[in-house]
């Protein structure tokens, strides 16, 4: 998620506005039947599940330099998500993310998307790949880069091509790739969305010049009306990956409180089904990020470090409490 977001909030005000008409929407047929039916327990854990953007804690970046997550500290994660949650999108499949499929396993979630950060990166590739194989019931799907296109360091060509090339290495795992919602947008954009056998898409109403005067029922709504125009442009399942708002800095409007307000009318306004559905963002706060969030951003961003649902010692916060439990849980 990036904070430099003119774009974006010029394009979303249009989300606002009355439906424009589009063209026919692109689909893509899976690869495999291994594909299909993996793409069948995503849809199933969208429609009666939960799902939460996830990073392990243990992971922090400081200086560009990561610290490695293990899977005793992985378990504590889960443990904590565990009856709230049993669905998982991460990032990464380095410095010991590549673990978390396999407790997930272990712990009982239905569905984890594994997110492939630095996919020019064989090794991660390879440990995605790996997992995988190893947990083919609950890996529904690698998401092959985060926002790269949007940050301008990949074209929207060059993922189109990544996501063709690793489908031949893995052709019974569904892919996808993570940009926020106008990205997937525009004409350009139709090739991309061909190579997709599931969208991610980033959706997040604070960066909207309205929100901080908005209501949460003005918030939610606008989430849902993006998820709708993308569906109208693409007909495979769409999983809102990011969206919420932070508990801090309250001089900002963010607080504990209107996190938990703003995902009750989510829930509210935006029943999930096994062809729409959004993640929570994110499971636990990330001290590290208010310094070190971006490459090449100087100036700490108070925000960053407070998207989790839970603190970063595990602790929940009012919006976790919230959620009811699921059942079995």
């Not at 606002?16 to 929407?25: D, F, I, S, T």
């Not at 999108?89 to 712990?107: H, P």
């Not at 990011?242 to 829930?267: D, H, I, K, N, Y």
Request: net charge neutral.
């Amino acid at each position: 998620m990036k904070l430099l977001v003119p774009m974006i909030a010029a394009v979303g005000a249009l989300f606002a506005l009355a439906p424009r008409v589009e063209a026919a929407p692109v689909c893509h047929r899976p690869a495999s039947p291994e594909a299909t039916a993996a793409l069948g327990t995503l849809r199933d854990t969208m429609a009666t599940g939960r799902f939460v953007a996830y990073q392990p804690t243990q992971i922090r970046f400081y200086d560009g330099v990561p610290t490695q997550a293990d899977e005793a500290g992985i378990e504590a994660d889960l443990r904590a998500l565990r009856s709230r949650f049993d669905g998982l999108v991460t990032y990464s499949a380095a410095n010991g993310a590549e673990k978390v499929a396999d407790v997930a396993a272990r712990l009982g979630f239905r569905s984890v998307v594994i997110g492939i950060w630095s996919f020019d990166d064989p090794r991660e590739v390879a440990n995605a790949i790996a997992a995988a194989r190893r947990q083919p019931r609950i890996v529904a799907g690698f998401s092959v880069g985060n926002e790269r296109i949007f940050a301008k360091e990949r074209s929207v060509e060059a993922i189109t091509s990544r996501l063709r090339t690793l489908r031949a290495q893995v052709p019974g795992v569904p892919l996808t790739t993570t940009e926020p919602f106008h990205v997937f947008v525009p004409p350009t954009a139709r090739a991309l969305l061909g190579e997709m056998d599931f969208m991610l898409a980033n959706v997040h109403p604070v960066f909207q010049p309205w929100f901080g005067g908005a209501t949460d029922v003005d918030a939610a709504r606008f989430v849902v009306n993006v998820v709708g125009e993308l569906a109208a442009a693409y007909c495979g399942p769409v999983l809102v990956k990011e969206t919420g708002v932070p508990t801090a800095p309250a001089g900002q409007g963010f607080t504990p409180q209107r996190q938990a307000s703003f995902f009750a009318e989510l829930r509210r306004q935006f029943p999930p089904s096994k062809d729409r559905a959004f993640a929570y963002f994110s499971a636990f706060d990330a001290a590290w990020r208010v310094t070190d969030s971006h490459p090449g951003v100087t100036t700490p961003q108070p925000q960053e470090g407070s998207w989790g649902l839970w603190l970063e010692d595990r602790r929940p916060k009012p919006a976790a409490e919230a959620l009811p439990t699921l059942p079995g849980r």
